[in-house]
């Protein structure tokens, strides 16, 4: 059974800055990508940042250059640096992660999510 935990989230000031972070915990054998999502009421979910086994990053277009992906591989962690935020980036953001398992194989696993809340 894997779990991803996410924290981090909150209430900022526009302008101000948040770190998401996001564990995986479990019987974690292989992490192939991991990316945070957000997503607002009765949306569907838009990629924010994301990262694969092949070592590349991408961004969303609306956060590039203000947001910030990294990972700590021993503790299967991913941190989101978020500056500069912008009250259009209110949302509740996502951890998804494909991950190995000798028991499933290859598969995706959502964390609960963390509200996000940036004031004017």
């Known amino acids: 059974q894997v779990q991803l935990l996410e924290s981090g989230g909150g209430l900022v000031q526009s302008g101000g800055s948040l770190i998401l972070s996001c564990a995986a915990s479990g019987r974690v054998f292989v992490v192939n990508a991991m990316g945070w999502y957000r997503r607002a009421p009765n949306q569907v979910r838009h990629l924010v940042a994301g990262w694969t086994s092949t070592g590349v990053i991408k961004y969303a277009d609306s956060v590039n250059g203000r947001v910030t992906m990294s990972r700590d591989g021993a503790k299967n962690t991913v941190y989101l640096q978020m500056n500069n935020l912008k009250p259009e980036d209110t949302d509740v953001y996502y951890c998804?992660?494909?991950?190995?398992?000798?028991?499933?194989?290859?598969?995706?696993?959502w964390g609960q999510g963390t509200q996000v809340t940036v004031s004017t």
């Open positions: 998804d992660a494909n991950i190995w398992t000798a028991g499933r194989g290859s598969a995706d696993y």
